[in-house]
């Protein structure tokens, strides 16, 4: 399974860095990419070596990560951005998005009828069921609440794309079990 992550300056760190090195240690392929090949998150941690998002083929992917904080505001502003999220959603691929990036599938329709969570403070009427709960699967959308639930967040998003066993495996490692 490979898995693109879209970030830009502003990005909560918590939110993409826990959930990419869970998914790697998962053995899930991972490309992180953005307009640069450097990006600066919200609390001013740099992140380099990052695929430029222009030269992806978002196509070849099978899920979508978003994580939050204030870039998401740029993301949603981002013509290029939304492209690679409608066609996630309209393909029915799997999404995750995290705090302030669900609601920026709220905006654009595709919370309608599905079960959701965001960050708290950021919850508007988007035509689905907001649940107060750290994560929350509906079908191929997993969302969570705030940077608080990034363990977790990942935990899901391990545990859809490459199965149960191999979130068991994970845990067993980095607990280190035996």
């Keep these: 399974m490979r898995a693109l992550a879209i970030i830009f300056d502003g990005f909560e760190e918590v939110e993409g860095i826990a959930p990419f090195a869970l998914l790697r240690r998962a053995g899930i392929e991972l490309t992180i990419a953005s307009k640069r090949n450097e990006v600066i998150g919200a609390h001013s941690i740099h992140l380099t070596d990052i695929s430029y998002l222009a030269e992806i083929n978002y196509k070849d992917y099978d899920a979508l990560l978003l994580p939050g904080g204030p870039h998401y505001q740029f993301m949603e502003s981002y013509d290029f951005a ?20 669900p609601t920026i599938l709220g905006r654009l ?70």
């Design 82 to 101: 939304i492209e690679i999220i409608n066609y996630f959603m309209q393909k029915d691929k799997i999404v995750c998005a995290i705090c302030a990036a």
């Design 109 to 178: 329709g595709y919370l309608k009828d599905k079960s959701y969570t965001c960050f708290t403070c950021m919850n508007e009427d988007f035509g689905g069921i907001y649940l107060d709960q750290p994560v929350v699967t509906d079908g191929n959308l997993i969302t969570a609440r705030s940077a608080a639930a990034s363990i977790e967040f990942a935990y899901e998003i391990i545990k859809k794309l490459a199965g149960e066993e191999a979130l068991l495996s994970l845990k067993e490692r980095i607990y280190d079990a035996k």
